[in-house]
């Protein structure tokens, strides 16, 4: 069993910038593929970023691409998320999802795992 907790979230100004943290219990954190998903009030889940176990290989949302970045630090089982020239559009709940494949997928169903969420709040 794999436990994800998040952490990073907050209100900012349109254009700030704010780091999610994603940290994972377990020994196998290195073998995971991760992704950050959000859900934003009254709509459903969409894929945001993913990552690789290796970090060799990354995707991206076209709505946040240029502006968030995914990495990974395996030694301290935590991913993160920087996000830079925040929308108000990038209002919703952030959370982070780790799949025992390994690969870095846009896809929710190739995820194992959920954290609870962390709230990011963009203010216009």
């Known amino acids: 069993q794999v436990q994800l907790v998040e952490s990073g979230g907050g209100l900012v100004q349109a254009g700030g910038s704010l780091r999610l943290s994603c940290a994972a219990s377990g020994r196998t954190f290195s073998t995971y593929g991760m992704g950050w998903f959000r859900q934003a009030p009254g709509k459903e889940r969409e894929f945001v970023a993913a990552?690789?176990?290796?970090?060799?290989?990354?995707y991206y949302a076209d709505a946040v691409k240029g502006r968030f970045t995914i990495s990974r630090d395996n030694a301290k089982n935590t991913v993160y998320l920087e996000m830079s020239s925040l929308k108000p559009e990038d209002t919703a709940v952030y959370h982070c999802a780790a799949g025992v494949k390994g690969y870095a997928s846009r896809w929710e169903g190739e995820y194992d795992y959920w954290g609870q969420g962390t709230q990011v709040t963009v203010s216009s």
């Open positions: 990552i690789s176990w290796s970090g060799s290989t990354t």
